[in-house]
Nanobody, 124 residues
């Protein structure tokens, strides 16, 4: 049974930082792609960042140079370091993990099978 549990969300002023964590228990293959998605009120869930098994990372343009995705494979923990936060970053952030190798469209939610419950990030 795979379970993804996020933590680290909260409220922060614009320009501040937050670090999200996602513990992936029971995840059978840490080499598959993992990612962070977010959903703001009234908007579609969008891919923010993804990291492949070899450490290669993909970001949406709006967070490049501000967010960093990383993974501790030994502990099966996924991180998202968010710096220079903006009000438009306000959303519920979800951790996601693929059930099979991903070769393209790393920020497409259809590539991911396992999802966390989400953690709220509010930037004012």
């Amino acid at each position: 049974h795979v379970q993804l549990v996020e933590s680290g969300g909260g409220s922060v002023q614009a320009g501040g930082s937050l670090r999200l964590s996602c513990v992936a228990s029971g995840y059978p293959d840490g080499r598959n792609c993992m990612g962070w998605f977010r959903q703001a009120p009234g908007k579609e869930r969008e891919g923010v960042a993804a990291i492949e098994g070899d450490g290669s990372a993909t970001y949406i343009d709006s967070v490049k140079d501000r967010f960093t995705i990383s993974v501790d494979n030994a502990k099966n923990i996924l991180f998202l370091q968010m710096n220079s936060l903006k009000p438009e970053d306000t959303a519920v952030y979800y951790c996601a993990a693929a059930a099979r190798p991903v070769w393209s469209r790393f920020l497409n939610r259809a590539q991911y099978y396992y999802w966390g419950q989400g953690t709220q990030v509010t930037v004012s």
